[in-house]
């Protein structure tokens, strides 16, 4: 009885324990704090980047990783852990990444000169055909088995933070927040693939590869099944929070524009083969997730696994 009862003491501070750290990684949240935020770290900096942009000519484009991490601790009720981006990003391990399409890099398609983010025509022609760099994209440098690892078995969720627009000439900024479980097979199957056959085999040849890159919006993303939990609009200087619920976060569908002919037949049917793919796109603009197991790895998906990952 001795022991079962110094075994029950024991295992009862150890749950009172977990209790207390995990209350401890908490921190209390609101529309107005995120709003705040975001006024703080977004919005403010941004216009004082611009007026000195006016009077310097130099870019007015900001570094936005770190208030992203402000602004995923506030989205989750979670604290960081103070790691300046060298250990985890939040307290219960998640891993954060976040890029900017808002606030890209413009050059003039008439002559190719750079046009700044508040010049309305080009400086060096006057031309308004304005081109706008869209490639911003989300990296992970995974140099070494046990990255590929921690990313792929430890880490409890990867969140998405993109700053983007609906359209080039919107002014209004959209921010999205997506969860992503590192479980996912697609999951494992891109970032295994990155490593194996582009980052080891390239530093076995003596070259230096780049990180990983993974595209918001595009097919790799959505096929990692991304959840959306959080969706504001700055338009002018407010925030409109449109969305945001960790409990019941919303499917993302994916874009048919992304599917070949071919796949497109896989997923609604032999009926709509008689149509041009375009037809079938404004027919059936997105796929659902539901779906997704129709769908096969691009080829460039782990060439080494592909018969473990052909379909989900």
Not at 10 to 16: A, H, K, R, T
Not at 19 to 48: A, F, G, H, V
Not at 123 to 139: A, R
Not at 153 to 177: H, Q, Y
Request: with cysteine; proline share 4%; hydrophobic share 35%.
């Amino acid at each position: 009885m001795r022991t079962f009862y110094t075994a029950s003491i024991i295992n009862l501070s150890s749950v009172l324990f977990t209790l207390d750290m995990e209350n401890s990684q908490r921190l209390e949240t609101s529309d107005n704090l995120i709003k705040e935020c975001i006024l703080d770290l977004y919005i403010n900096p941004k216009k004082s980047m611009v007026k000195w942009s006016k009077i310097t000519n130099q870019t007015a484009q900001g570094k936005f990783a770190y208030p992203s991490q402000h602004l995923a601790s506030l989205i989750t009720g979670i604290k960081g852990k103070g790691s300046a981006a060298r250990g985890d990003d939040l307290a219960d391990g998640s891993e954060i990444k976040s890029c900017s399409r808002a606030d890209q890099l413009r050059s003039c398609n008439n002559c190719g000169a750079n046009v700044l983010l508040w010049q309305k025509e080009c400086p060096n022609c006057g031309s308004t055909d304005i081109k706008v760099d869209t490639s911003s994209h989300w990296i992970f440098p995974i140099r070494s088995d046990d990255e590929l690892d921690l990313l792929l078995n430890r880490v409890p969720r990867i969140i998405f933070i993109l700053f983007d627009k609906e359209d080039s000439e919107s002014e209004n900024i959209r921010i999205r927040a997506w969860t992503v479980n590192p479980q996912e097979s697609y999951v494992k199957a891109f970032f295994t693939d990155y490593y194996v056959n582009n980052f080891k085999m390239k530093t076995d040849k003596g070259e230096k590869p780049a990180p990983c890159n993974l595209h918001p919006l595009k097919y790799d993303f959505f096929m990692m099944r991304p959840k959306l939990i959080f969706h504001a609009d700055i338009i002018e200087n407010d925030v409109e929070i449109e969305f945001w619920d960790l409990k019941h976060p919303k499917e993302q569908p994916m874009f048919s524009h992304l599917l070949s002919k071919e796949q497109l037949i896989q997923i609604f049917g032999k009926k709509v083969s008689v149509l041009k793919k375009t037809q079938i796109v404004e027919k059936f603009p997105y796929i659902p997730q539901k779906d997704f197991d129709k769908l096969v790895m691009k080829k460039k998906v782990l060439k080494k696994y592909k018969q473990k990952y052909v379909r989900r």
